[in-house]
């Protein structure tokens, strides 16, 4: 028998350290403290994760969980998650110090409200309960709402701002919403007694599946899908370029988590109730839909782009198309896929935001394609490193990206989503023209003043670490798949 | 038969109802004769001036905010304080623990300074900048 403590180790730590480094701000001033502090925590975030993952599904069945009565989820895939969302955190906080600082703007909230964003992601990965998981993804959106306008005095960054606060909270009313039509229909807000209805056939199904309904829209809002992913490129290209490769992997990994958590209890379930409206073949079609439009829309709209940072949000909107196949599959084959590719994810996305944060210098320099031209001559390494993550973004072997397509697609063929992995495949081919087109301006270009931003020092950890996980992620994945000793 | 649901919708209709009904057999009823007086906005027995739509110090605002963090705590702590000796000494840690974390809230802007008052400092400008340069002021002269 285990203490529930010992499991719920990660939430603690994280919720009681990003305080800390709140308070420790407030007492001390000390940039260097607040900043080391939050490392601290992060690591042992991650750490504590990593310890509770050995503990055995079973065993954690077995622990005694009455002081969260039952709403939260310990272990198994929450685990996996916490350590990709300490990950994020890391490189994020890596690559914003230098960002901050040559941009005069390193203020402390800055380190404490990315450890707060990653509380709401870790409490959303451990919610069994629908009130915990609104309560973490409203966390993660309000710090992402501050962290979008934190250079106050530019006016896209306030406007990317004003816009995702508006759009995100009447995006979380649907989301809550939708958790109230379920409550109504099942009488239950802990998911795992929702399931238990779904299969016993003891529920309304006019609001189940109304309530379904919107909170898709709530989660495919945060996600950036398909008809709800016009504010994206804005706010990924308003807020700080350190901050954006935050928002666009970490954000979207927890809201996919979010999708992942309702699928699997809601989705997978087979219901003996008759007249079920939105039964979980037509629920997944639909979300193949969303899926097949959100990667089609993405790349052809980067296609179009002649900013680096706006083609790299607009082909985080394709990726999130791709995620998306994995819940429509909805098999564990399918959610294995979904983590191992947010954990490669992150990495190829932050490190090319970390870069094109870096060579962006001072006051938004730097930021066409074009600019990029001859970066080889200059800057050798960050032109190699952008390459790596370029091909990994395409999808290209020997890169993590390639074994994150490629067990995406085989969880949706098996799941006889043989049309969806055709369209990913298209997709996929279309976004390599510009992925590869911007290999191509850095290497064979010429540029009569090739740009120079001086020697990098923390955004070169980002660069590296990200580097290290895209290549052993794509020659040893099944070194992560070690870790997936559980069941969903 | 009425759901849980269905109640809620009756008395959702009920009181769209009731409230129209009051306003329509008012109007059918009360005399008309409207004035400028009559029909300006009532400001608490002031002058009304002015659109409401004008801009206010964000200072306000922090002050707004720090409410609200103790606005919210009263309504979690009322409910508690009813049952609190039923629940025993585990919702009384509880509470303990979430008093903990809004007192951080409040020290930390106190820490910050956000519970000063900012006094403006307005900047009278100097009998120097107001007169034209010596120059312009010549030029000026001798044009006219």
């Known amino acids: 028998m285990i203490n529930e403590f010992i499991l719920a180790l990660p939430l603690l730590l994280i919720a009681i350290g990003s305080i800390l480094v709140l308070m420790l701000d407030a007492a001390t001033r000390n940039k260097q403290i607040v900043y080391y502090t939050s490392i601290l925590v992060l690591l042992g975030l991650g750490i504590s994760a990593g310890y509770t993952l050995q503990f055995d599904v079973a065993i954690i069945a077995q622990a005694d969980k009455t002081i969260s009565a039952n709403t939260i989820f310990y272990g198994g895939m929450s685990a996996v998650f916490d350590i990709i969302f300490a990950m994020g955190g890391l490189l994020t906080l890596f690559a914003s110090r230098e960002y901050l600082q040559r941009n005069y703007k390193e203020i402390n909230e800055c380190y404490s409200l990315v450890l707060l964003a990653v509380v709401g992601m870790v409490v959303i990965a451990h919610s069994n309960s629908l009130i915990m998981l609104f309560l973490g993804v409203e966390l993660m959106s309000i710090v992402f709402y501050i962290l979008t306008g934190f250079f106050r005095n530019r006016e896209h960054a306030l406007e990317a701002a004003l816009k995702y606060f508006i759009l995100g909270s009447f995006a979380s009313g649907f989301l809550l919403y939708g958790i109230a039509l379920i409550y109504g229909s099942t009488g239950s807000l802990i998911l795992s007694d929702i399931s238990q209805q779904i299969a016993s056939g003891n529920y309304n199904s006019i609001y189940l599946s109304i309530g379904l309904g919107l909170m898709t829209v709530g989660l495919c809002f945060k996600v950036a899908a398909f008809p709800f992913h016009q504010w994206a490129p804005d706010v990924y290209y308003g807020s700080p370029t350190a901050i954006s490769g935050f928002l666009c992997t970490s954000g979207k990994a927890a809201a996919l988590v979010a999708l992942v958590v309702v699928a699997k209890n809601v989705l997978s379930v087979e219901t003996s109730n008759v007249n079920y409206l939105l039964e979980s073949t037509t629920a997944r079609n639909i979300l193949a839909g969303i899926s097949a439009c959100t990667m089609i829309i993405g790349n052809l709209s980067a296609l179009a782009q002649k900013n680096v940072k706006r083609m790299l949000a607009y082909s985080s909107v394709a990726h999130a198309g791709y995620i998306l196949m994995g819940i429509v599959a909805c098999s564990t084959e399918g959610f294995y896929a979904v983590a191992f590719y947010c954990a490669v994810y992150l990495f190829m996305q932050v490190g090319a935001f970390a870069i094109v944060g870096f060579i962006e210098f001072r006051d938004e320099g730097n930021m066409l394609i074009s600019d990029y031209a001859d970066l080889r001559t200059t800057h050798p390494a960050l032109a190699a490193a952008m390459a790596c993550f370029m091909l990994s973004l395409a999808g290209i072997p020997p890169f993590g990206g390639f074994f994150g397509k490629y067990f995406l697609f085989v969880a949706a063929i098996k799941s006889g989503y043989l049309w969806l992995t055709l369209i990913a495949v298209v997709a996929s081919i279309i976004s390599m023209y510009f992925y590869i087109g911007l290999i191509l301006t850095m290497y064979f270009k010429n540029n009569e003043n090739p740009i120079n931003v001086g020697k990098m020092q923390g955004t070169k950890l980002t660069v590296a670490l990200s580097i290290i996980g895209v290549i052993l992620l794509g020659i040893m994945p099944n070194v992560f798949y070690g870790l997936f000793n559980f069941t969903f | ?144």
């Open chain 2, 1 to 144: 038969m009425l759901t849980d649901f269905g109640i809620i919708l009756l008395f959702l209709i009920i009181s769209v109802l009731f409230v129209g009904a009051g306003l329509v057999t008012a109007a059918l009823l009360r005399p008309s004769r409207p004035n400028p007086v009559k029909n300006s906005t009532y400001e608490c027995g002031e002058h009304p001036w002015g659109g409401s739509w004008v801009r206010f110090n964000p200072r306000f605002y922090v002050i707004a905010l720090v409410f609200l963090v103790f606005d919210v705590e009263l309504v979690l702590l009322f409910p508690w304080a009813v049952v609190f000796k039923d629940l025993g000494w585990f919702a009384f840690l509880a509470m303990l623990v979430f008093f903990a974390v809004l007192v951080v809230g409040l020290a930390y802007d106190w820490a910050k300074g956000y519970l000063e008052w900012d006094k403006p400092s307005p900047q009278t400008p100097k009998l120097e900048d107001l007169v034209l340069p010596k120059k312009i002021f010549h030029k000026q002269q001798k044009d006219s």
